[in-house]
């Protein structure tokens, strides 16, 4: 299935994820999708949000504020 044309992504729960913080890390990798989709990102910011996009795609939020 596809929406508005962009294959349809769905993304996998961390074993030991919170449901609550599995929907924020969804909706915040699908915001940054959405930016690069309609191309807001450029230069640094673009990086920027690509190693955050890459963070959220290997790790839950909980694991992500321990190293920040």
Request: aromatic letters at 8%; charged letters at 35%.
């Amino acid at each position: 299935m596809q929406a508005e044309g962009w294959p349809v992504l769905q993304w996998e729960r961390f074993p030991g994820e919170s449901l609550q913080a599995y929907r924020r890390r969804v909706d915040e990798i699908e915001e940054i999708l959405q930016g690069f989709r309609m191309s807001r990102y450029r230069g640094e910011v673009a990086e920027k949000m690509e190693r955050r996009l890459v963070d959220l795609q290997e790790q839950s939020l909980e694991r992500l504020l321990l190293s920040a």
